[in-house]
């Protein structure tokens, strides 16, 4: 694989430029969180099959937005359900909508491929 003018082989030990594993991604919300405060950053750790790994993952692209998706939903439906114990007549019915919601992408991330 070329890139940038390099040539990159299938077993080199650096990524091409744009690729990062999880630990280095999760190193730099770090360090960004230091500097700037709280993130709200879901990053799947799994090994994905893309182009930039000759597809030796053991996930697809798919399968790990799903992942990410269903954390998201499940921090969705926690928030939603927390605001339904002190949510006014007014605010209900636009929080169970919200609820419904996240448990129906949870339906959907999770069921059998």
Same mark, same amino acid.
């Given at each position: ?13 650096? !990524? ?5 594993? #999880? %630990?280095?991604?999760?190193? &730099? /919300?770090? *360090?960004?969180? =230091? ?23 053991? !996930? ?5 937005? #799903? %992942?990410?998706?269903?954390? &998201? /939903?499940? *921090?969705?439906? =926690? ?23 996240? !448990? ?10």
């Amino acid at each position: 694989m070329r890139c940038c003018g390099r040539r990159f082989d299938d077993e080199a030990p650096i !990524q091409p430029p744009g690729y990062a594993d #999880a %630990e280095t991604i999760s190193g &730099a /919300a770090d *360090r960004i969180e =230091a500097d700037f405060g709280k993130l709200d950053v879901l990053v799947n750790p799994g090994f994905t099959a893309t182009d930039l790994n000759a597809h030796r993952g053991q !996930q697809t692209v798919a399968e790990g937005a #799903a %992942e990410i998706d269903a954390a &998201a /939903a499940e *921090r969705d439906r =926690a928030k939603a359900e927390e605001e339904m114990r002190s949510a006014g007549v007014d605010t209900l019915d636009e929080i169970r909508t919200r609820l419904e919601l996240a !448990q129906a992408r949870i339906a959907v991330a999770r069921r059998p491929a």
